[in-house]
């Protein structure tokens, strides 16, 4: 179970860090309230999932979880570029989530 609470803490990163394009430096108030709370919801299940799991491993998946998120929502969202690097560094950063996960 700590693995998945740990994928939707991820989910959720990707959330905020999504939210805070949408703040537009903080001055939109729904958008910021709604980045604080996928903040505090994404750090809560985190913290939850570091209960049962490594505090490297955990972080380690959840900051991938997220960087990967946030890359394909850019791509999907903002029309950010789709380069044969960008794709291989996310398969590399997805290369080692999935190590760290078969480690445990």
Known sequence: MSWIILFVAGLF???WAVGLK????FSRPL?????VGA???S????????????????Y????GVGAVGTVIAG??????????IRLGSVALIISG???LKLSH
Do not use: R
Request: proline share 4%; hydrophobic share 60%.
């Open 97 to 99: 989530l999935i190590g």
């Open 13 to 15: 990163e990707v959330a």
């Open 43 to 58: 750090l809560g299940l985190l913290g939850l999932a570091m209960k049962e799991l490594p505090l490297g491993t955990a």
């Open 22 to 25: 949408y703040t537009d430096g």
């Open 39 to 41: 903040m505090l919801v």
């Open 75 to 84: 791509i999907v969202l903002f029309g950010e570029a789709v380069t044969l």
């Open 60 to 63: 380690a998946i959840w900051t």
């Open 31 to 35: 958008p910021t309230a709604l980045t």
